[in-house]
């Protein structure tokens, strides 16, 4: 099969999954998609054709200055001319590493990258030198595409001889490149020539859908990377289903808030925007969110737990500074009912805490780890589309959505399985509850260099996650916790720590915690353990400054609310010891607590 053939081919599945996606008797799949793609090339080329003009991203380059906003038509020729300069300097077929900040130099490295170019390695900008030094040579990068803050360490690594590398490129100016170091800039200038000279190289290299076209190392809580490999059907096919159960417009602007070099934000807050005719507006950094928010009034924001909760206890310890919170609770409760004549009491009475959100936002995606159902459904109360999802890396990432009709969404679950895909629950026990497995077009291609890890995970088909929950009978996923971190207790019973740590991040007075097992003093029962960092905020409202100090005072009202949780627990679950401490967990680049090393530090 020549070329032509082979993308004729490639069009007529991509037809066939819209086709299935238009038509399907699934309830919860309400919403068109918008157009079959077979590969991100072809995705973005696509978008173009259709809003050359809208505006594709928002970000502020200089402190001080405003935001800029740059169209999909001015994107695409930045993309040809990165790619058709990469291609230039020998990198065609070669693995190209991207590292930064989220921004608008990151996201067109990428897809110069991957849309003809040769294979994206994005890098996680949290990992020390050497990890990713042993990243770079793992994956035979060849060129890395960085921020300014890398540059020495990237010369100091090609220098060594121990890598592959032969070209490295700085986002910066040209003026702060050090010696053999490329400028961002300068690249896309000397390629946007070549084009203009008839170099269409890159403008028409081969894509092929089915082959690796990203590699994506997990930063997992045992600490052990694994390298994903992804294709463009893989994440095309999450591209084409997602948006059939939430609504993605073309006036919507996301707001970039997490790493863009995990697959959630990348496949979600950067690739899904760019195919739906959306923007994407960049968060300065953690501690701008707010400021940020108010100047570019986005629409939609996809982040983790943590920072939903985050918003939450702000906005809470707030109200309650104020001696509000009854009147909050009121208002949002009695807008239920006046919403329904067409009476928006929020938007009279809580102004302060939606301007938080800019004004304008509809939206708010939690994934990544198990959401309280009580915050979201606050959100929901506020007036927003407040849901859960539920991905892996290794799933491109999404898996199941729950749907953004408020009558159909359900606060406890992570949501309904993605069109196109299967879920099954494998080893039940006597609860229902077993192995999540999937199975879709989106389930990657396995790990790198790694059969033998691939085969642990991928047996017929199916991709077994290591996630443990149960499905309902309309196909919503329930998460229970990770078969890795299962305590099993002397007399066999099952004790999911996520579900003692969700118990227990329901007191005002936890900041986060973490749930684990030790053997008694005589070897023969299980203790369940919980290490907690109190909110010392809290903490202090509680008993007062002076008391806080004290870390017995503040151990005996720990055990106060732990006692509360047991009351309602059997035996077998009961937290019977708690360690207190002050710092932060150790935590992975996606603000989950490196579990292992934290309880090996504890025993």
């Known amino acids: 099969m020549d070329y032509k053939e082979l993308k004729a081919a490639e069009m007529k599945r991509a037809e066939a999954v819209v086709e299935a996606l238009n038509n399907s008797s699934d309830p919860y799949v309400v919403y068109k998609t918008s157009r079959p793609i077979t590969d991100l090339k072809h995705m973005l080329n696509t978008s173009v054709e259709l809003y050359a003009d809208n505006v594709a991203f928002r970000q502020r380059f200089e402190k001080d200055k405003p935001f800029r906003e740059i169209t999909y038509r001015e994107a695409l020729d930045t993309v040809n001319g990165l790619g058709t300069a990469l291609m230039a300097h020998g990198l065609k077929g070669k693995r190209i590493s991207v590292i930064g900040e989220n921004c608008y130099q990151w996201a067109t490295s990428y897809l110069a990258a991957v849309c003809g170019t040769g294979v994206v390695v994005p890098l996680d900008k949290e990992l020390s030198a050497e990890e990713l030094k042993q990243l770079i040579i793992e994956a035979d990068v060849s060129a890395v595409i960085f921020a300014k803050k890398y540059e020495k360490m990237f010369k100091e690594m090609m220098a060594s001889g121990d890598t592959k590398l032969e070209l490295l490129v700085n986002f910066s100016p040209a003026e702060q490149c050090g010696e053999g170091v490329s400028s961002w800039e300068s690249l896309v200038e000397e390629g946007k020539k070549l084009v203009e000279g008839g170099d269409r190289s890159f403008i028409d290299a081969e894509i092929y859908a089915d082959e690796m076209s990203v590699l994506l190392f997990t930063s997992g809580t045992t600490g052990i990377a694994k390298g994903v490999m992804l294709s463009h059907r893989n994440i095309c096919e999450d591209l084409m289903s997602a948006p059939t159960i939430l609504n993605v417009n073309t006036w919507d602007i996301f707001f970039s808030v997490l790493p863009v070099h995990h697959t959630y934000e990348c496949t979600c807050g950067f690739l899904m925007p760019l195919y739906k005719g959306a923007s994407i507006a960049y968060c300065e950094g953690l501690k701008y969110i707010v400021k940020n928010l108010a100047e570019v009034q986005p629409t939609m924001i996809l982040a983790v737990p943590l920072i939903f909760e985050s918003l939450y206890n702000n906005i809470m310890k707030s109200v309650r ?29 809580l102004k302060d805490i939606l301007k938080v959100f800019g004004g304008r936002m509809r939206v708010l995606i939690s994934g990544g780890a198990a959401i309280d159902p009580a915050i979201l459904q606050f959100f929901n109360d506020l007036g927003f589309i407040s849901v859960q999802g539920y991905g892996l890396t290794e799933c491109a990432p999404m898996a199941a959505l729950n749907p953004d009709n408020h009558k159909y969404m359900r606060n406890s679950s992570v949501g309904h399985i993605l069109p196109g895909m299967e879920v099954k629950i494998e080893d039940k026990n006597e609860d229902g509850i077993g192995e999540i497995c999937l199975k879709g077009p989106n389930v990657m291609m396995g790990y790198y260099n790694m059969p033998e890890e691939t085969a642990k995970v991928i047996k017929d088909g199916w991709f077994h996650t290591g996630d443990l929950g149960y499905v309902d009978d309309e196909d919503f996923i329930y998460i229970t916790g990770r078969k890795k971190n299962v305590i099993i207790t002397a007399n066999g019973k099952n004790v999911f720590p996520e579900e003692l740590e969700y118990y227990l991040g329901r007191s005002t007075m936890v900041s986060e915690s973490m749930v684990w ?20 905020e809290e903490v202090e409202a509680a008993i007062g400054k002076e008391a806080a100090a004290d870390a017995e005072q503040v151990e005996k009202l720990l055990w106060a609310e732990v006692d509360k949780i047991n009351e309602n627990l059997p035996f077998f679950k009961k937290i019977k010891k708690i360690t207190v401490r002050r710092e932060e967990f150790e935590k992975t680049t996606g603000k989950k607590i490196k579990r292992f090393v934290e309880s090996n530090k504890a025993e």
Request: aromatic fraction near 0%.
């Open 321 to 349: 500074k104020q001696g509000k919170e009854g009147l909050v609770r009121k208002v949002l409760a009695l807008n239920k009912v006046t919403k329904k004549i067409g009476l928006d009491l929020n938007k009279l009475l």
């Open 517 to 536: 097992a030790q053997e008694d003093e005589s070897g023969q029962d299980t203790v369940i353990v919980a290490t907690i960092k109190p909110d010392m």
